[in-house]
């Protein structure tokens, strides 16, 4: 980048330097969600499901704290596969991580509604805090 002069009234002169913004970057103002989430993992989805791409796209998201574009890709998961316990448990997630607490518990109930035996849905303590036994 280079500096940038401006003469304001013909006698003085002031250097502006033009810096990178990245707007992916949180502003130190910015207090993050207490998502319940923690660490929980996002589920990867069968390599034969319709919504396997937007999964595997969500889950990349969602590992860099991109929250916002982890949910769209899950969203798109239960929309091409329905019936995919590991969509909708992974949409709860990033519903969690965008402080949005009664879409994270719809996401969860629906999990396991469609997979009520599957350790890793029944068993992830994120489960456990939005929806009581």
């Excluded at 923690?38 to 889950?59: K, V």
């Excluded at 929250?67 to 798109?76: E, G, T």
């Excluded at 965008?98 to 109930?109: I, S, T, V, W, Y």
């Amino acid at each position: 980048m280079r500096p940038v002069s401006l003469v304001v009234g013909g006698a003085l002169s002031v250097l502006l330097i033009t810096a990178p913004c990245d707007s992916r970057m949180p502003s130190k103002d910015t207090k993050p969600h207490q998502a319940l989430a923690g660490s929980q993992e996002a589920l990867r989805a069968p390599d034969t499901s319709p919504g396997h791409a937007d999964n595997t796209e969500g889950i990349e998201h969602y590992a860099h704290g991109q929250w916002d574009l982890a949910a769209h890709h899950f969203r798109r998961v239960t929309l091409a596969d329905p019936d995919l316990a590991e969509g909708y448990f992974n949409l709860g997630l990033a519903m969690d991580k965008l402080g949005k607490p009664h879409d994270a518990r719809a996401a969860f109930k629906k999990a396991v509604e469609l997979a009520p035996d599957d350790q890793r849905i029944k068993d992830a303590s994120i489960l456990k805090q939005y929806i009581s036994k």
